[in-house]
């Protein structure tokens, strides 16, 4: 079945970095757009961009340009989000989730089981 | 961006109640949107997409409805394992928009 599992919980300091990565299995990668959501206490769900797989293109959401970075290894079929700069308001849980075919906009499904990053 | 606005924002029900929740769009979505469940500490999970189609597994006691701006999700003869949180979401534009959240709770 198609899954998609994510990295565990991180805590990390004001001005840092966080990485997490998206594992998907049960489908072809490179075929679906993979996005980042998250949600946070005071902002509900955030859409904070998708990268295409197959070409490494990318879009991002205007409100994290500049310091979101989405990549990919699709030798392991795994998608990758990086955040800078981190804030305490950056403390959420981030999904990845699976889109549509291509660049096509769709609903998500499914869902990581969502990692956790706490700024403090 | 387009606002998504559901509402109510708490719902409390009974076992076997019908539930409606309403979202609504800033501007036309057409028949754009998506509805998901949340469990807590659990991924959300889409019950229903282009407004009006049932996804695979999902049970036949939840449909939605609407087009434009307007749009409902209803439960029919809600079960335990309902209560839960639902959200809509516009696909139409970037960027991709999520409504605020109703929570359903056991009355």
């Known amino acids: 079945q198609v899954q998609l599992v994510q990295s565990g919980a991180e805590v990390t300091k004001p001005g840092a970095s966080v990485k997490v990565s998206c594992k998907a299995s049960?489908?072809?990668?490179?075929?679906?757009?993979m996005h980042w959501v998250r949600r946070s206490p005071g902002q509900g769900f955030e859409w904070m961009g998708w990268?295409?797989?197959?070409?490494?293109?990318?879009n991002y959401a205007q409100k994290f340009q500049g310091r979101v970075t989405m990549t990919r290894d699709t030798s392991i079929s795994t998608a990758y989000m990086e955040l800078s700069s981190l804030r305490s308001d950056d403390t959420a849980v981030y999904y990845c989730?699976?889109?549509?075919?291509?660049?096509?906009?769709?609903?998500?499904?499914?869902w990581g089981q969502g990692t956790l990053v706490t700024v403090s | 961006d387009i606002q998504m606005t559901q509402s109510p924002s708490t719902l409390s029900a009974s076992v076997g109640d019908r539930v409606t929740i309403t979202c609504r769009a800033s501007?036309?979505?057409?028949?754009?949107l998506a509805w998901y469940q949340q469990k807590p500490g659990k991924a959300p999970k889409v019950l229903i997409y282009?407004?009006?189609s049932l996804e695979s597994g999902v049970p036949s006691r939840f449909s939605g409805s609407g087009s434009g701006t307007d749009f409902t999700l209803t439960i029919n003869s809600l079960q335990p394992d309902d209560f839960a949180t639902y959200y809509c979401?516009?696909?139409?534009?970037?960027?991709?928009?999520f409504g605020g959240g109703t929570k359903v709770e056991i009355k």
């Open positions: 989730a699976k889109g549509g075919l291509g660049q096509s906009l769709n609903w998500f499904h499914p």
């Open positions: 049960g489908y072809t990668f490179t075929d679906y757009c």
């Open positions: 979401q516009q696909y139409i534009a970037y960027s991709l928009t």
């Open positions: 501007q036309n979505i057409n028949s754009w």
């Open positions: 282009k407004a009006s």
């Open positions: 990268i295409n797989p197959n070409s490494g293109g990318t």
